[in-house]
């Protein structure tokens, strides 16, 4: 007997997932021309009023920061190699308060979003001459402290929306695992977020994770919303929850080079932790000095002449900075190779970072130039660099700072055997022998004083 199948049914509208929101952002910031996109001035629900959500999900997900290749360096041509350097800490030197100007102002809305057929829950913003900014009442219960500025009138239309909406409503979650929370804060709209995180706070909801394990305050680190994220904070959010990949805000904020975001994290101290080591085994700092790399790379291979990835280099060089600054360790081994951050960035060729690292004052700088990494010290490393224009440099830079020539890796071999074959070869192999030389007769010489 043959029965018909009712034809499924399709969601009447396409929700605003946060990874969605996310892959937007990231695709704007790659692709930005000097045409800006539309901007979106009302602000959109992500839950229709007349229906719980049935969105299917995207199938996108967020950025995470891929492994390091091993590719040797092309020659450049000699226009690329005749550039100056990135000045060191340039966009925020160490110590520096980060200005809370009004390019971080919290109020501006992420551009570009595509239109939604959905209803509105969230009624539209009023621009006229009634709708004051205000800053909020000492007297609430909880206030922001980075931007302090928010559209008062909002929050209260926001809060009367959420006081209206029943358990299953403000607690639920999509299929991707997503909070009205999560898309809010996806979407930078903070006086709704801070609605949302007032009532998930009292229904102990605040800390929710999505399917990538990433609570709010992970989806505002990664969306770059430093307000949001102080104000999440302020609330209580757990400062070290980490997503499914072990990487809690400070790993994500490194990753992604937010120094914004990194000064709102540390500034709550001690409660973070500089030291947790995510799933790949690595601290924030080994993540910072690798997205640094990954960028000097990229400026490098363009001839260091793109404005956008010096910008870029310049704030994930700060946020190494800032890192060290509140504490975190610079001996720190990552995991799986026993890298520190000096292994990092030699086996990238990353000059810059190189020479920020060496010029930190230090008494054991010599242990610190000479730990082995699966028995491989920096100048092993540095004999690798086949191919890369800078590595004679690097070498040099190494032995000023008390690297040890004659120390073997677990091949017993030296650093000298590791050398590329041809005349560039050779000549930094002399190089190494006449810096041992020199060191031998050194130490015998403080011997002989003794």
Same mark, same amino acid.
């Given at each position: 007997?043959?029965?018909?199948?009712?034809?499924?049914?399709?969601?009447?509208?396409? @929700? +605003?997932?946060?990874?969605?929101?996310?892959?937007?952002?990231?695709?704007?910031?790659?692709?930005?021309?000097?045409?800006?996109?539309?901007?979106?001035?009302?602000?959109?629900?992500?839950?229709?009023?007349?229906?719980?959500?049935?969105?299917?999900?995207?199938?996108?997900?967020?950025?995470?920061?891929?492994? @390091?290749?091993?590719?040797?360096?092309?020659?450049?041509?000699?226009?690329?190699?005749?550039?100056?350097?990135?000045?060191?800490?340039?966009?925020?030197?160490?110590?520096?308060?980060?200005?809370?100007?009004?390019?971080?102002?919290?109020? #501006?809305?992420?551009?570009?979003?595509?239109? #939604?057929?959905?209803?509105? @829950?969230?009624?539209?913003?009023? *621009?006229? $001459?009634?709708?004051?900014?205000?800053?909020?009442?000492?007297?609430?219960?909880?206030?922001?402290?980075?931007?302090?500025?928010?559209?008062?009138?909002?929050?209260?239309?926001?809060?009367?929306?959420?006081?209206?909406?029943?358990?299953?409503?403000?607690?639920?979650?999509?299929?991707?695992?997503?909070?009205?929370?999560?898309?809010?804060?996806?979407?930078?709209?903070?006086?709704?977020?801070? $609605?949302?995180?007032?009532?998930?706070?009292?229904?102990?909801?605040?800390?929710?994770?999505?399917?990538?394990?990433?609570?709010?305050?992970?989806?505002?680190?990664?969306?770059?919303?430093?307000?949001?994220?102080?104000?999440?904070?302020?609330?209580?959010?757990?400062?070290?929850?980490?997503?499914?990949?072990?990487?809690?805000?400070?790993? @994500? $904020?490194?990753?992604?080079?937010?120094?914004?975001?990194?000064? %709102?994290?540390?500034?709550?101290?001690?409660?973070?932790?500089?030291?947790?080591?995510?799933?790949?085994?690595?601290?924030?700092?080994?993540?910072?000095?690798?997205? *640094?790399?990954?960028?000097?790379? $990229?400026?490098?291979?363009?001839?260091?002449?793109?404005?956008?990835?010096?910008?870029?280099?310049?704030?994930?060089?700060?946020?190494?900075?800032?890192?060290?600054?509140?504490?975190?360790?610079?001996?720190?081994?990552?995991?799986?190779?026993?890298?520190? %951050?000096?292994?990092?960035?030699?086996?990238?060729?990353?000059?810059?970072?190189?020479?920020?690292?060496?010029?930190?004052?230090?008494?054991?700088?010599?242990?610190?130039?000479?730990?082995?990494?699966?028995?491989?010290?920096?100048?092993?490393?540095?004999?690798?660099? *086949?191919?890369?224009?800078?590595?004679?440099?690097?070498?040099?830079?190494?032995?000023?700072?008390?690297?040890? +020539?004659?120390?073997?890796?677990?091949?017993?071999?030296?650093?000298?055997?590791?050398?590329?074959?041809?005349?560039?070869?050779? #000549?930094?192999?002399?190089?190494?022998?006449?810096?041992?030389?020199?060191?031998?007769?050194?130490?015998?010489?403080?011997?002989? #004083?003794?």
């Amino acid at each position: 007997m043959h029965f018909d199948k009712e034809p499924k049914e399709k969601p009447c509208c396409t @929700l +605003p997932t946060v990874k969605k929101l996310l892959e937007q952002k990231r695709k704007r910031e790659t692709y930005a021309t000097n045409t800006s996109g539309p901007t979106d001035q009302n602000m959109v629900n992500p839950f229709p009023v007349s229906e719980q959500p049935t969105c299917s999900g995207a199938t996108s997900s967020y950025h995470y920061m891929d492994a @390091l290749s091993s590719e040797q360096w092309a020659p450049m041509q000699e226009s690329a190699l005749s550039c100056d350097p990135i000045p060191l800490g340039s966009s925020f030197p160490v110590g520096y308060n980060v200005p809370m100007d009004a390019k971080f102002s919290s109020h #501006q809305n992420l551009q570009g979003y595509e239109s #939604q057929s959905y209803e509105f @829950l969230m009624p539209a913003e009023d *621009h006229s $001459a009634n709708n004051t900014w205000l800053p909020l009442e000492p007297s609430q219960a909880s206030q922001p402290t980075f931007g302090m500025w928010m559209d008062y009138s909002t929050l209260e239309k926001a809060r009367m929306v959420l006081r209206e909406m029943d358990y299953s409503r403000i607690t639920g979650q999509d299929e991707d695992g997503d909070t009205i929370l999560h898309i809010y804060t996806a979407k930078g709209h903070r006086e709704w977020a801070f $609605a949302a995180a007032e009532k998930l706070k009292d229904l102990e909801k605040l800390d929710a994770k999505e399917h990538k394990g990433k609570t709010a305050l992970l989806v505002a680190v990664t969306a770059d919303q430093p307000d949001i994220v102080q104000d999440l904070l302020s609330f209580g959010a757990d400062i070290n929850a980490c997503d499914i990949k072990g990487q809690n805000a400070l790993h @994500l $904020a490194a990753n992604d080079g937010l120094p914004r975001i990194m000064q %709102v994290i540390l500034s709550n101290r001690p409660s973070v932790n500089l030291e947790t080591k995510d799933f790949e085994g690595m601290t924030p700092l080994h993540c910072a000095a690798i997205s *640094h790399s990954v960028t000097m790379k $990229a400026l490098f291979a363009c001839g260091m002449a793109d404005a956008k990835l010096q910008a870029d280099a310049a704030e994930k060089l700060s946020c190494v900075e800032m890192l060290l600054n509140a504490g975190a360790l610079l001996f720190s081994q990552e995991i799986k190779s026993s890298m520190t %951050v000096l292994h990092l960035a030699v086996k990238e060729g990353n000059i810059n970072l190189l020479h920020y690292l060496l010029s930190i004052p230090m008494h054991n700088v010599k242990d610190f130039v000479n730990m082995k990494a699966h028995g491989h010290t920096a100048l092993h490393m540095a004999a690798c660099l *086949h191919g890369n224009p800078q590595q004679e440099e690097i070498l040099r830079l190494l032995l000023s700072r008390g690297a040890d +020539p004659s120390i073997r890796n677990l091949e017993n071999g030296l650093p000298a055997h590791l050398l590329q074959a041809g005349p560039q070869g050779e #000549q930094l192999k002399l190089l190494l022998k006449k810096w041992t030389a020199s060191t031998r007769r050194h130490s015998v010489a403080m011997q002989k #004083q003794e």
